[in-house]
């Protein structure tokens, strides 16, 4: 199972809106509508930003929003603070009763 | 609070089996999916294995299948994962998650397994 494609790397200002994508097949992201994405701070607990591609879990800022165009998932922070700084991970389900992450995405705020 | 404390990461030699565990607490352990994720150095992170709340079905990754092993104690509230036939590529932080296949809702603060002779 290869890994979800993401960039390797995003930046952006401060108040500045920011994109991630995540790119999979029909056989994950394209056919479910179980795509996550996590915060990671290195040497810390990933944390779940976004699930079932659009949906807050409680105490997430709504700055961050999650979309779904057929096998490309995104990840959207709006206002970009200094802490949004992190590494970010999609993930889906696969055909397979599998579970695939994406590379991974270093944010700098600038 | 849900909290996730993954004990049992160490130095094994290649070939070796090393045993990680997982103790649950702040939900109900028994109604919940539980997965193993890890992290190599410098790399980002991969799922290894999920297994189901009442412990009757379980998934493996490719690069595991055949030689890790997911089971769980609920009367304990701990998740376990039994390694073997360990490889240098098998060097990770091991995080335990709360959740199946779906999504993790919690994970732990991991365990460092190094496999190096």
């Known amino acids: 199972q290869s890994a979800l494609t993401q960039p390797a790397s995003v930046s952006g200002s401060p108040g500045q809106s920011i994109t991630i994508s995540c790119t999979g097949t029909?056989?994950?992201?394209?056919?479910?509508?179980?795509v996550s994405w996590y915060q990671h701070y290195p040497g810390k607990a990933p944390k779940l930003m976004i699930f079932?591609?659009?949906n807050r879990p409680s105490g997430v800022s709504n700055r961050f929003s999650g979309s779904k165009s057929g096998n490309t998932a995104s990840l959207t922070i709006s206002g970009l603070q200094a802490d949004d700084e992190a590494d970010y991970y999609c993930?889906?389900?696969?055909?397979?009763?599998?579970?695939?992450f994406g590379g991974g995405t270093k944010v700098t705020v600038l | 609070e849900v909290q996730l404390l993954e004990s049992g990461g160490g130095l094994v030699q290649p070939g070796g089996s090393l045993r990680l565990s997982c103790a649950a607490s702040?939900?109900?352990?028994?109604?919940?999916?539980m997965s193993w994720v890890r992290q190599a150095p410098g790399k980002g992170l991969e799922w290894v294995s999920t297994?189901?709340?009442?412990?009757?079905?379980?998934s493996y990754a490719d690069s595991v299948k055949g030689r890790f092993t997911i089971f769980r104690d609920n009367s304990k509230n701990t998740l376990h994962l039994q390694m073997n036939s360990l490889r240098a590529e098998d060097t990770a932080v091991y995080y335990c998650?709360?959740?199946?296949?779906?999504?993790?809702?919690?994970w732990g603060q991991g365990t460092l397994v190094t496999v190096s002779s």
């Open positions: 998650a709360k959740g199946g296949l779906w999504v993790s809702d919690y």
């Open positions: 702040g939900f109900t352990f028994s109604s919940s999916a």
């Open positions: 297994i189901t709340a009442g412990g009757g079905d379980t």
């Open positions: 029909s056989s994950d992201i394209g056919g479910y509508n179980y």
């Open positions: 079932d591609v659009s």
């Open positions: 993930t889906s389900y696969t055909s397979r009763n599998t579970r695939v």
